[in-house]
């Protein structure tokens, strides 16, 4: 079973940074995209209810919401299977619970899968 391994997250005041890492458990066949999503800590959502925070696919390709464009960077090490977030100038809404995500294939015949991580909490204090 492919599992989704995060960490970096913690407690910071506002105006500080975080680096978020994510890394996959076991090879695949290959990586189509990875990003991360966040939500309100204590809040119960459907994994489609997340906020898309930053995304990567494969080639590079990045896309970011607008709330954080500027201050996130998301990239990918395609040799480690792993993507990072690295957040700066962090601000007190951006408190939540970050999730790793990935859309993978697993064979040749097995395509666009989906996979979650656990969650990593962020909290920023003001």
């Known amino acids: 079973q492919v599992r989704l391994v995060e960490s970096g997250g913690g407690l910071v005041q506002a105006g500080e940074s975080l680096r978020l890492s994510c890394g996959v458990s076991?090879?695949?066949?290959?990586?189509?995209?990875m990003g991360w999503y966040r939500q309100p800590p204590g809040e119960e959502r459907e994994p489609e209810q997340r906020?898309?925070?930053?995304?990567?696919?494969?080639?590079?390709?990045?896309e970011y919401t607008d709330s954080v464009k500027g201050r996130f960077t998301v990239s990918r090490d395609n040799a480690k299977n792993t993507v990072y977030l690295q957040m700066n100038s962090l601000k007190p809404e951006d408190t939540a619970v970050y999730y790793c995500?990935?859309?993978?294939?697993?064979?040749?015949?097995?395509?666009?899968?989906?996979?979650w991580g656990q969650g990593t909490l962020v909290t920023v204090s003001s």
């Open positions: 995500n990935m859309i993978y294939d697993l064979s040749s015949w097995e395509r666009y899968l989906e996979v």
């Open positions: 076991k090879s695949v066949f290959g990586i189509r995209t």
């Open positions: 906020e898309l925070v930053a995304s990567i696919t494969s080639s590079g390709s990045a």
